[in-house]
């Protein structure tokens, strides 16, 4: 079975979108210091988050093409800031498909294989493993952040026994940090990132799966803007 992720926020305060981790208000609590169960002073348990946000790639912002791109699992989760993330499949993905805009990355991946939430076609007799095209532009809004990494997921069974890998294909760590003091960002980031992999340990008789994870540079939790 294929799975789509989205990351939707629930909660009985029905505030969907409000996930800024700066000025949280709650949900449980409601936004009130001090409540029942609360540490006191914040607006909430330290356990919950402000929310996540799906994304879908759709063709335009109408309920029918929204409807179909979830059919499509052509979708992703954030934990609330809005990068955008491109994740195709295919066999003849070429080297160079990180060249050029991000609509023409997405064009490529479009023409030469499936998008996130796709079928792989039959593998073709001259081809040795899938090619993988991932590619993330960090969110333009202020509370995100620049890009870390992006990692691929790699899930197997192996001999009964369910294994799991956690690969870095693009960027990596750069030593970045944020002051707790002051919640502002200290090192370098990037603001896009790209790469066409093929995973080296690929066996067509293993059946497997791949996803994307996106990772931002480190920020402040909710709790430490609430703690400062």
């Not at 799975?3 to 909660?11: A, E, M």
């Not at 060249?99 to 939430?117: L, S």
């Not at 620049?146 to 990692?151: A, F, G, H, S």
Request: aromatic residues 8%.
């Amino acid at each position: 079975s294929r799975f789509g992720l989205i990351g939707s926020t629930d909660t009985p305060l029905g505030t969907p979108g409000l996930v800024a981790e700066r000025g949280f208000g709650g949900h449980g609590g409601a936004g009130k210091p001090g409540s029942q169960a609360l540490d006191p002073g914040l607006p909430d348990v330290p356990a919950l988050n402000p929310g996540g946000l799906a994304v879908l790639w759709a063709e335009e912002n109408s309920r029918d093409a929204l409807f179909e791109a979830r059919l499509r699992k052509e979708a992703y989760a954030t934990s609330g800031t809005r990068p955008e993330l491109r994740f195709f499949g295919g066999w003849d993905l070429p080297d160079d498909a990180c060249a050029g805009t991000g609509a023409e990355v997405a064009k490529t991946g479009y023409a030469h294989g499936v998008p996130m939430g796709g079928d792989l076609p039959p593998r073709p007799p001259n081809a040795a493993a899938p090619r993988f095209l991932v590619s993330a532009a960090r969110d333009p809004h202020p509370e995100g952040g620049d890009l870390e990494r992006i990692e691929i997921v790699k899930g197997w069974s192996e001999n009964g026994v369910a294994k799991e890998a956690v690969l870095t294909v693009a960027g990596g760590d750069r030593e970045a940090s944020v002051d707790l003091a002051t919640c502002e960002p200290r090192g370098e980031g990037h603001a896009q990132l790209c790469r066409v992999w093929t995973d080296p340990d690929f066996d067509p008789a293993q059946p497997a799966f791949y996803y994307a994870r996106l990772r931002e540079n480190p920020s402040c939790r909710w709790t430490q803007w609430a703690c400062n």
